[in-house]
């Protein structure tokens, strides 16, 4: 496996013009079909695999779907002009606790899908100035538009469908 920068060690640049939120938006709709090729046609015993100790195939897949509602939350904040977003539990803790190796891969694959729809349908109504506005993100301690929020979720779908790739690829190698 590739020695990859941890998630909280990424550093991010917000500088680009918020008239991209159309393309950011289309990289969050095609999350989901990416995380399902990941995960078709692998066997239980690969899906759940933990490797160095570290979160399976199926709980990569659960960790995006734990953190869909405060990506939502998040949308509910910028929409009421919020000064400052909710916090991330950064110890994963629902994660941890939802036991994702347990459920079925499609289930967790269709709640997904399911969430994700309902945010990528909220943001395809939100006016485009509603993407420049600003609230301070309590973990990097950064003001980000809703478009650099929106950027950094997209960053950390491709950090799990990444790590996922990779887990599949050392199964199938």
């Known amino acids: ?7 909280t060690e990424r550093k991010f640049d917000f500088t680009f ?12 709709r095609g999350t989901p079909v990416r995380l399902e090729e990941h995960c078709r046609a692998v066997s239980n015993a690969n899906l759940t695999a933990q490797v ?11 960790h995006l779907l734990d953190l869909e509602s405060l990506v939502q939350q998040r949308l509910d904040e910028y929409l009421a002009s919020a000064n400052a977003l909710h ?3 950064m110890s994963n803790r629902k994660t941890y606790d939802a036991n994702h190796n347990d459920v079925n891969v499609e289930t967790i ?6 969430q994700r729809t309902i945010t990528v349908n909220r943001l395809d109504n939100f006016d485009p100035e509603v993407f420049a506005r600003v609230a301070l993100h309590p973990r990097l301690n950064v003001h980000m538009r809703l478009v650099d929020m929106l950027f950094f979720q997209a960053e ?12 599949r690829r050392s199964f199938s190698g």
Not at 17 to 24: A, D, L, N, R, V
Not at 109 to 114: A, E
Not at 156 to 165: A, V
């Open 1 to 7: 496996m590739t020695n990859r920068i941890k998630w």
């Open 17 to 28: 013009s918020t008239g991209i939120y159309p393309e950011i938006i289309e990289r969050l």
């Open 52 to 62: 160095d100790g570290r979160w399976s195939m199926q709980e990569n897949a659960g």
């Open 87 to 89: 916090a991330a539990d």
């Open 109 to 114: 694959l269709s709640n997904f899908r399911q």
């Open 156 to 167: 950390h779908d491709d950090y799990h469908l990444t790590r996922i790739g990779e887990l």
